[in-house]
């Protein structure tokens, strides 16, 4: 009897979890194409804010939760410059773009005014801790000439806020780079997910404390977008009875 009872509460909750996942279908089947493609995710991220610190360093934030692909990132219509670095970066490192997570770019400027060279046998020379420059003046054989070098240190912290204790996550980007000179143009973020699952089935070990009585069984969930539909048959300790229980719910808000 008890194998009978965990049967039809798997079958129902298969069936109704069906009917949940076709309407679900149904109602995507029916958005129209001119709607869809105005989700479409483009590259370029949005600076949200900027800020200096106390060491004169520019600091640039991005939304982290923006820019979000599911799926590979080939079915997304990217412009002609992103695609060209992708598909670059792709043959050069020897991966598919499914295995791509994120795709990050920043366009910063650097420029200064009033550097004091040192007066050296052949030309001028300036350095700092970033930055070398050397300049080779001409000789009866030898045009003048330029040397260059510059330490470039590009840093990002991805950091989360809440508006309060209840309100989902609130992802953020912190972009900077070691040199007080330097300033962040634009940013280019793609973060690629895995589509999500909309259907699935789970058996599970189930244990519940409901009015005093402690229970404990097993049972079938099936979960269909946002509904979770679980049936089980669970033992009360307390009274040494088998009970069929079947619940089911929505889920309204992603905390994490």
Not at 39 to 58: H, L, W
Not at 99 to 122: E, F, G, P, W
Not at 211 to 218: I, K, Y
Request: proline share 3%; charged share 25%.
């Amino acid at each position: 009897m008890k194998n009978l009872i965990i049967g039809i509460l798997a079958v129902g909750c298969l069936y109704l979890g069906y009917l949940l996942w076709s309407a679900e279908k149904r109602v995507e089947s029916m958005v129209p194409v001119k709607q869809a493609a105005e989700k479409t995710v483009t590259a370029e991220a949005e600076i949200i804010s900027k800020n200096v610190d106390q060491n004169g360093i520019e600091h640039a934030i991005i939304d982290g939760a923006k820019n979000v692909i599911q799926g590979p990132i080939s079915d997304a219509p990217l412009d002609t410059a992103t695609k060209k670095s992708l598909d670059s970066a792709l043959r050069v490192i020897g991966v598919k773009d499914k295995q791509i997570s994120v795709y990050q770019s920043v366009n910063a400027t650097l420029k200064d005014s009033l550097m004091m060279a040192t007066r050296t046998k052949t030309g001028y020379d300036y350095q700092d801790k970033w930055t070398r420059l050397s300049l080779s003046l001409p000789t009866l054989t030898d045009s003048a000439s330029f040397a260059f070098q510059y330490n470039a240190e590009l840093n990002w912290l991805e950091f989360w806020k809440r508006n309060w204790f209840l309100s989902p996550k609130q992802h953020y980007i912190d972009i900077w780079l070691s040199d007080p000179r330097a300033t962040v143009n634009s940013v280019k973020r793609l973060r690629i997910e895995p589509k999500s699952k909309q259907f699935g089935i789970a058996v599970m070990a189930v244990g519940e404390y409901y009015r005093g009585d402690a229970l404990m069984g097993g049972g079938v969930s099936v979960d269909a977008g946002r509904f979770r539909l679980q049936g089980s048959y669970l033992h009360d300790f307390s009274s040494g009875e088998w009970y069929p229980a079947f619940r089911g719910g929505f889920k309204l808000i992603d905390i994490n």
